[in-house]
């Protein structure tokens, strides 16, 4: 376990979260969720606490909480992931549950097209382990299966305010014929930021997510630069292709939008995490492949093949906003 005031495990920092709602992960089966639904629990925002908040069945909480159980078992909540993936590790996190936090909890797993049933085999990948008040427990996940779902059990009952499982999306490549075009950026495809130079406002890690922003903090804002220079961010692609067209969306951000923007590229293979600083480094002498464009408020920039300059191979892009700014989704088109 690590208390939230520690510093994050390596997973916790370079790895997608697959329960994340925001990416598409969806609750679908709780055994009670009478005080809080279970949806909460998967929402991006860290879970808040409100001292005057009450409902129908008494006092309001930000996550996922049962009755009190009276008799013999426990209660379990089933997640579909927002894509099958390999899972590195895992947040319970219990903020706010004081008093009616589970002292323990398990997780399990399974593979299916379907939602599992009474007849799915699931496979422990944590055992039961011990849970606090209002803490963030890190749990290091060593098996490296392929799951769609997972269970979580809590014992005997009570509040989670957040699930977050940290992993890589899983997808066959293989399967993805030659020249058909796929947003090799996106989270759910394995794309990631690795590396930026600011990001004081919003959440960066929406930058990748389906769909467009919600709002001007459901994407990537640096702060007011007052020296010379530019901001920028760096993203591993999901696999390595050769970019057709590039989607620069600025929704929501009007008096704060980039003034123009610019990509480069470099085909660095498959780079595990650690190497951030080498790779931005490296990163003043990729190839241009985006020159520079103007933006404008609260639009879809779409820039086809004829903006580009260059369409070589490349695993990791750089985008480059100038002087500063918002940007609230990235989409790299390209073939595999």
């Avoid at 925002?45 to 009755?67: C, L, N, T």
């Avoid at 495809?189 to 903090?217: F, K, W």
């Avoid at 408020?297 to 490349?314: E, G, I, K, N």
Wanted: proline share 6%; with cysteine.
């Amino acid at each position: 376990m690590v208390s939230s005031h520690e510093i994050l495990p390596e997973f916790a920092t370079n790895r997608i979260n697959l329960a994340s709602s925001g990416l598409g992960a969806q609750a679908i089966f709780a055994t009670d969720d009478f005080f809080a639904p279970v949806d909460r629990m998967l929402f991006d925002a860290p879970a808040v606490f409100i001292p005057d908040k009450y409902d129908d069945h008494g006092k309001w909480m930000d996550g996922w909480e049962s009755r009190r159980k009276r008799g013999p078992g426990h209660d379990f909540a089933v997640i579909k992931l927002a894509a099958p993936g390999v899972i590195h590790g895992f947040d319970v996190d219990t903020s706010h549950f004081t008093g009616n936090y589970p002292p323990s909890c398990s997780i399990e797993a399974c593979t299916s097209e379907n939602e599992p049933t009474d007849a799915t085999v699931w496979s422990e990948l944590l055992p039961q382990s011990p849970l606090g008040p209002s803490s963030n427990h890190f749990f290091v996940c060593t098996n490296r299966g392929v799951w769609t779902h997972l269970r979580l059990c809590i014992y005997p009952d009570g509040g989670i305010a957040r699930l977050r499982v940290y992993g890589e999306p899983w997808r066959d490549w293989s399967q993805i014929p030659v020249n058909e075009e796929v947003d090799l950026a996106s989270a759910l495809n394995g794309g990631r930021v690795v590396a930026y130079s600011d990001a004081h406002y919003g959440a960066l890690h929406r930058l990748l997510s389906p769909g467009r922003g919600i709002n001007m903090g459901d994407g990537w804002e640096t702060r007011r630069r007052r020296e010379p220079g530019n901001d920028w961010i760096i993203v591993q692609l999901g696999h390595p292709g050769q970019i057709s067209r590039v989607v620069v969306d600025t929704a929501h951000y009007k008096g704060n939008y980039p003034d123009r923007c610019s990509i480069h590229g470099a085909d660095l293979g498959l780079v595990s995490g650690g190497l951030s600083q080498s790779i931005v480094t490296s990163s003043m002498f990729w190839q241009e492949i985006l020159p520079q464009k103007n933006l404008s408020m609260d639009a879809v920039h779409d820039f086809s093949s004829s903006d580009l300059v260059s369409a070589s191979r490349v695993s990791h892009v750089r985008l480059n906003i100038f002087p500063d700014g918002g940007v609230s989704r990235l989409r790299i088109f390209g073939t595999i």
